[in-house]
């Protein structure tokens, strides 16, 4: 399993992106911060598919994941077997400009995740941001007008800055071309502001990050400032970029069209679509057309296990299609030729403990469950295929 925070993500990206290129299918599970909003949203067996979206479309517009797994199962050409590469994403809604979002939180499900050992420190203060389209338009049109932190909202720490202003101005006093200072960077204000706001206050100097706890000051001429302004119009890319996080991640399994398997996934797709692709639609035809588009080939690991109960019932195979009983229930049992999962060199972890309720494990045994559950069809396709022909029929037909 590969941990990826908003640190690594880059770095990552293109391991991920070479994961879901090659992969026969990406399995995926999320956890979030809630799952019922108001007791009115309560679902009942009586509720029909449009019912049950609109009551759904109330709770999904108010909570936010946290963490996502994704699990890029690769067949191994000849050999029978599947190699599996496991990301396990803290997610978090950064703030920037005027997108700013608010979310609830249900005890219960905050409980839940700490019973399961989820680092509430790595979701905030290392969680990667995301963006739906809606969010991405709004800020797209403010760093191009240059208004982000003019929103009384945006939590600016007007007096850090001030601080940090005065010591440039003290600084500034006597020194010469080319000279640099390099100041302790404030938690309290993003990358992108502190910035913004030390380059309008002092148009004789260019700032730029040394690390994640340090800014430099430099002291620079009006020629090589317009050389640096040329450069500078790249950094709105990247700006927006981190912004976008996970949403290109998204964007990456849409664009490959892989199968992707889920394990009682309603939700975790209305949250996926809210919060990666655009708001969630009025209509619950205009949301399954949708998810038709984006992913064409979606397969639900607790409706399949369902559907083959009956005709398992002497085995107790499908007796409990909770993920976890499912995955015990197909690894204390052997199928002739079943296709073999290992784990990338990174999934250590998975390979020594379970960890039950983290999304990159319970991503991985929904993508285990899916394999089994395939080759079941298929042995049960090929025996029919190879059944022997009735002797009172012949090549034309039965007599």
Request: include cysteine; glycine fraction near 4%.
């Amino acid at each position: 399993m590969v941990e990826v925070l908003k640190s690594s993500f880059e770095d990552l990206f293109p391991i991920i992106e070479t994961c879901i290129r090659e992969c026969s299918f990406v399995a995926f599970d999320t956890e979030f911060t809630g799952l019922t909003a108001d007791s009115s949203n309560t679902e009942t067996l009586f509720d029909d598919g449009p019912a049950r979206y609109a009551k759904k479309r109330r709770d999904v517009q108010q909570f936010i994941m946290v963490q996502i797994g994704l699990s890029a199962f690769i067949e191994i050409p000849h050999e029978n077997r599947y190699r599996v590469h496991t990301f396990n994403f803290y997610v978090y809604p950064g703030s920037f400009g005027s997108v700013n979002v608010k979310f609830l939180c249900q005890a219960s499900a905050l409980e839940f995740l700490c019973r399961h050992n989820f680092d509430f420190n790595k979701f905030i203060y290392d969680g990667i941001s995301y963006l739906n389209e809606e969010q991405e338009k709004v800020l797209c049109n403010e760093i191009e007008e240059l208004s982000v932190a003019t929103d009384a909202e945006c939590d600016y720490d007007e007096i850090t800055v001030q601080e940090i202003s005065s010591k440039i101005s003290e600084w500034l006093a006597t020194a010469k071309n080319e000279d640099k200072l390099v100041l302790e960077k404030p938690p309290s204000v993003s990358d992108y502001v502190l910035h913004s706001q030390l380059r309008q206050r002092f148009p004789a100097i260019w700032t730029i990050s040394v690390d994640r706890l340090h800014v430099q000051c430099a002291k620079i001429t009006e020629e090589k400032k317009s050389i640096i302004l040329k450069e500078h119009e790249m950094e709105n890319e990247r700006v927006l970029n981190s912004m976008l996080g996970f949403t290109r991640v998204f964007r990456l399994l849409v664009k490959h069209r892989k199968p992707i398997v889920g394990h009682n996934c309603f939700m975790d797709l209305m949250l996926m679509y809210d919060k990666f692709y655009r708001p969630l639609p009025v209509k619950y035809s205009q949301f399954k057309e949708d998810i038709s588009r984006l992913f064409p080939f979606v397969f639900d690991t607790k409706s399949m296990s369902a559907s083959m109960r009956k005709s398992y019932k002497e085995t107790g195979l499908f007796e409990n299609t909770t993920l976890s009983r499912l995955y015990a229930a197909f690894q204390r049992r052997f199928d002739l030729y079943q296709p073999a999962i290992i784990h990338g060199q990174e999934g250590s972890k998975y390979r020594e403990a379970e960890a039950l309720h983290e999304a990159g494990y319970d991503a991985f045994m929904t993508g285990s469950v899916f394999l089994r559950i395939a080759h079941l069809k298929a042995v049960v396709h090929l025996r029919t295929c190879l059944a022997p022909i009735p002797s009172h029929c012949d090549q034309s037909g039965c007599l």
